[in-house]
């Protein structure tokens, strides 16, 4: 479908009055806006306390208005998260290195990261490279074309790199996300 901008325009101005469900949506984000904008003025705690409870109270009514679809996006989403750790496009599997590149590079100047996260940070990594190289290396060697999912994947080597390199990139952002979260509540109650 080939719109041009105005179309797309005078598409959504539709949309938003085809139905009371729209037009609530939208009182409710204009509402959430102006929350957030008077936070930002006043910074008080009820203030921030009404906008994520608007937040929350919208997420968890659309979630139980449309609980049949979103158990299906959940279950959609975790299909695509093992096919993504079981086989991964090359294009993703290089994006994730230049990510860690980039968190590496933070690490090492950082001065807000404990010891223990810049060394488990340093693991991962050099784990991460590691596998990232054997990966170069086999494809090289092997002279695979990386477009070739299947001539990719059948290569039992190159598989269980890819595989093994997602799976400790997923445990990396777990132990990295309860970590923080450690730290957030020692400083909150501490």
Do not use: H
């Not at 959504?12 to 037009?23: A, E, N, T, V, W």
């Not at 860690?100 to 784990?127: A, D, G, P, V």
């Amino acid at each position: 479908m080939n719109l041009t901008a105005f179309e797309k325009f005078i598409t959504l101005i539709k949309y938003i009055f085809s139905s009371f469900l729209s037009i609530e949506l939208l009182i409710f984000s204009i509402l959430l806006f102006v929350i957030l904008i008077i936070n930002m003025k006043r910074r008080k705690k009820i203030v921030t306390y009404t906008a994520i409870g608007l937040y929350l109270s919208l997420l968890i009514g659309t979630m139980i208005a449309y609980s049949e679809y979103v158990i299906l996006c959940f279950k959609t989403l975790f299909k695509v998260i093992i096919r993504y750790i079981c086989f991964p496009t090359t294009v993703a599997f290089f994006s994730t290195i230049v990510l860690i590149t980039i968190i590496m590079i933070y690490t090492l100047f950082s001065r807000k990261l404990s010891k223990f996260k810049k060394i488990s940070n340093y693991l991962f990594f050099s784990i991460l490279y590691y596998l990232f190289m054997s990966f170069i290396a086999l494809v090289a060697y092997n002279r695979i074309d990386l477009s070739d999912k299947i001539a990719l994947y059948t290569n039992n080597y190159i598989l269980v790199i890819v595989q093994t390199s997602n799976l400790l990139l997923l445990i990396w952002f777990i132990f990295t996300f309860f970590y923080r979260l450690y730290l957030f509540y020692q400083e909150r109650f501490d």
